[in-house]
């Protein structure tokens, strides 16, 4: 009888390009895991924790004291859900962790595409880390970051799709869109995708059958097949109608279409300003993209083309869209640059398995760079370190002493609060605005940034809404407008806030 004993657990070798891959998500992971400052995320944990509690998706608004009756679609109820289950398990740590490997995810997803292609580490992990550095100004705790994973992932699927000469899209995306339209608006960038996919492999298809070298010889077959092809693209469609709200919930990513209040007063709607030192790397990465299009030897594939420009335009119209452009352009800036330098064989080389001491060295950098790496995130994203973002983002003192001093329950809030109000207050006070403007409507936010910029209707917007105080910013346009103005009073400031108080005909404020 022949005991060899026990196996003993072996790590696969690790070259020098495999080392830049890994170092690269882990940087990716720590720069993605920061405390949580969004200020839309409170609101989604207050949703969330509504749900658990009340065992019921909303409908209608249940925040505010404004848009009570107000139609709200709740279209990303099961993040919200997620938010909630993180916070009660492990805080606001848990929830920053977490967001960092959604990101870290979404990168590898990347990778892996462009590994597809054929690109090897050594240089698709370079062009990996610009892509995602060129949208990091775009991450924290919210929705979008699940999109730009799922997006990552259905990229990745085009592309095996592609390279590996696969008959029609996987029959899986139809099912993670059943997932995705429950968690994200994004979820018809997933859609669009596939659809754009089918559209120009099949164009594609078309053409080079037309192609005939030979009269003589048999028509060439084609390589997609369209029937199973077109299937996926309708399931996928079908199964955004899927979620509690609809064909209204599945319409609804075209709300944000055209001049609206989301797309004129949340700044992340706005197209990129160059002139930022943030937006270098967005730059460099469509330096990038541009010069390894123009250089590299290969002709583009129809599908590639298809799919970047308008996700090109998306990022240059609005700077939310950035990161959906960096997963789904960074294998093919990757593909295109390592042929335009001519590095594939040479990279090839170098990503051969290491001898083995070699290779234990790599990995031990690597456990080290982790190991260091996860400390000091953790350490980031401390309950101390939370508390202490929170001070420099949120009226922390202020509402402090809002409640301390029994303030009235109606108040004007500063729309970037408005979801840290309802999250701190819940099921105490309603806010008067917060970061859901699509449920609030054009005439009501008009009327609410006119006021909150200093114009002239502040005053008559505080009286004919019986507001007892106004909580802002004291740079706000209403706070210098405020200053000296009889029938108010300066009763909190810090450096984040300023609290006034009504003192004229105080009867008309609900307690």
């Given at each position: 009888?022949?005991?060899a004993?026990p196996?003993?657990?072996?790590?696969?070798?690790l070259?020098l390009?495999g080392?830049a891959v890994?170092?690269a998500?882990?940087?990716?992971?720590?720069?993605?895991?920061?405390p949580?400052?969004d200020?839309?995320?409170?609101w989604?944990?207050?949703?969330?924790?509504?749900m658990?509690i009340?065992?019921?998706?909303?409908?209608?608004?249940?925040?505010s004291?404004?848009?009570r009756s107000?139609?709200?679609?709740?279209?990303?109820?099961l993040t919200e859900?997620?938010?909630?289950g993180?916070?009660?398990?492990?805080g606001?740590?848990?929830?920053?962790?977490m967001?960092?490997v959604?990101?870290?995810?979404?990168?590898?997803?990347?990778?892996l595409?462009?590994r597809?292609r054929?690109v090897?580490?050594?240089v698709?992990?370079?062009?990996?880390?610009?892509?995602?550095?060129?949208?990091?100004?775009?991450?924290?705790a919210r929705?979008q970051?699940i999109s730009?994973?799922?997006?990552?992932?259905?990229?990745?699927?085009?592309?095996?799709?592609l390279?590996?000469?696969q008959?029609?899209?996987?029959?899986?995306?139809?099912?993670v869109?059943?997932?995705?339209?429950?968690?994200?608006?994004?979820?018809?960038?997933?859609?669009a995708?596939?659809?754009?996919?089918?559209?120009?492999?099949?164009?594609?298809?078309w053409?080079?059958m037309?192609?005939?070298?030979?009269?003589?010889l048999?028509?060439?077959?084609?390589?997609?097949?369209?029937?199973?092809?077109i299937?996926?693209?309708?399931?996928?469609a079908?199964?955004?109608?899927?979620?509690?709200n609809?064909?209204?919930?599945a319409?609804?990513?075209?709300?944000?279409?055209?001049?609206n209040?989301?797309?004129r007063?949340?700044?992340?709607?706005?197209?990129p300003?160059?002139?930022?030192?943030h937006?270098?790397f967005?730059?460099?990465?469509?330096?990038i993209?541009?010069?390894g299009?123009?250089a590299?030897?290969?002709?583009?594939?129809?599908?590639?083309?298809?799919?970047?420009?308008?996700?090109l335009?998306?990022?240059?119209?609005?700077?939310?869209?950035?990161?959906?452009?960096?997963?789904?352009?960074?294998?093919?800036?990757?593909?295109?640059?390592?042929?335009?330098?001519?590095m594939?064989?040479?990279?090839?080389?170098m990503a051969?398995?290491?001898?083995?001491r070699r290779?234990?060295?790599?990995?031990i950098?690597?456990?080290?760079?982790?190991v260091?790496?996860?400390?000091?995130t953790?350490?980031?994203?401390?309950?101390?370190?939370?508390?202490n973002a929170?001070?420099?983002n949120f009226p922390?003192g202020?509402?402090?002493?809002?409640?301390?001093?029994?303030?009235?329950?109606?108040?004007?809030d500063?729309?970037?609060?408005?979801?840290y109000?309802?999250?701190?207050?819940?099921?105490?006070?309603?806010?008067?605005?917060?970061?859901?403007?699509?449920m609030?409507?054009d005439?009501?936010?008009?009327t609410y940034?006119?006021a909150?910029?200093?114009?002239?209707?502040?005053?008559?917007?505080?009286?004919?809404n019986?507001l007892?105080?106004?909580?802002?910013?004291?740079?706000?346009?209403?706070a210098r407008?405020?200053t000296?103005v009889?029938g108010?009073q300066?009763?909190y400031?810090?450096a984040?806030?300023?609290?006034?108080?009504?003192?004229r005909?105080?009867?008309?404020?609900?307690r």
């Amino acid at each position: 009888m022949n005991d060899a004993g026990p196996r003993r657990l072996a790590l696969p070798p690790l070259s020098l390009g495999g080392v830049a891959v890994v170092s690269a998500l882990l940087v990716i992971f720590a720069v993605g895991a920061k405390p949580v400052t969004d200020p839309d995320f409170w609101w989604h944990l207050a949703t969330g924790k509504y749900m658990a509690i009340h065992h019921l998706i909303p409908h209608y608004d249940v925040f505010s004291l404004t848009a009570r009756s107000h139609r709200w679609i709740t279209h990303e109820w099961l993040t919200e859900l997620l938010f909630y289950g993180g916070w009660m398990l492990g805080g606001a740590t848990l929830i920053s962790l977490m967001t960092g490997v959604v990101i870290a995810l979404a990168f590898w997803a990347t990778y892996l595409a462009a590994r597809e292609r054929g690109v090897p580490s050594a240089v698709s992990a370079p062009i990996i880390a610009l892509s995602a550095f060129a949208c990091a100004h775009t991450w924290g705790a919210r929705p979008q970051m699940i999109s730009m994973l799922l997006t990552a992932l259905f990229g990745l699927a085009i592309t095996r799709m592609l390279v590996r000469g696969q008959s029609a899209p996987p029959l899986w995306l139809p099912l993670v869109m059943v997932f995705w339209v429950n968690l994200h608006g994004g979820f018809i960038f997933g859609v669009a995708l596939v659809a754009i996919a089918v559209a120009g492999a099949l164009i594609q298809d078309w053409f080079r059958m037309s192609r005939r070298i030979d009269e003589a010889l048999p028509p060439r077959k084609p390589r997609i097949n369209a029937r199973r092809s077109i299937a996926v693209v309708l399931l996928t469609a079908f199964a955004t109608l899927l979620n509690p709200n609809g064909l209204a919930g599945a319409l609804y990513p075209f709300s944000y279409l055209g001049n609206n209040a989301s797309t004129r007063y949340i700044s992340e709607w706005v197209s990129p300003d160059f002139h930022q030192a943030h937006f270098l790397f967005f730059e460099s990465f469509l330096f990038i993209i541009l010069v390894g299009a123009m250089a590299s030897p290969r002709r583009a594939r129809l599908v590639d083309g298809l799919m970047l420009l308008p996700f090109l335009y998306l990022s240059l119209d609005s700077v939310r869209n950035i990161n959906l452009l960096s997963v789904l352009a960074a294998p093919m800036a990757a593909e295109w640059v390592a042929g335009a330098l001519a590095m594939r064989r040479g990279a090839e080389r170098m990503a051969r398995a290491p001898e083995k001491r070699r290779s234990t060295m790599n990995w031990i950098c690597v456990g080290v760079l982790g190991v260091a790496l996860l400390v000091a995130t953790t350490l980031g994203v401390t309950s101390q370190g939370q508390a202490n973002a929170q001070k420099k983002n949120f009226p922390v003192g202020a509402l402090r002493y809002i409640q301390t001093h029994g303030l009235p329950a109606r108040g004007l809030d500063s729309y970037n609060w408005g979801g840290y109000l309802i999250w701190s207050w819940y099921g105490q006070r309603a806010v008067f605005v917060d970061g859901r403007p699509d449920m609030y409507g054009d005439a009501f936010m008009n009327t609410y940034i006119s006021a909150y910029e200093g114009g002239d209707s502040w005053s008559h917007l505080l009286d004919a809404n019986a507001l007892c105080y106004v909580l802002v910013e004291p740079n706000s346009g209403i706070a210098r407008a405020m200053t000296g103005v009889r029938g108010w009073q300066v009763r909190y400031r810090d450096a984040v806030s300023v609290l006034y108080l009504r003192t004229r005909n105080p009867r008309g404020c609900a307690r």
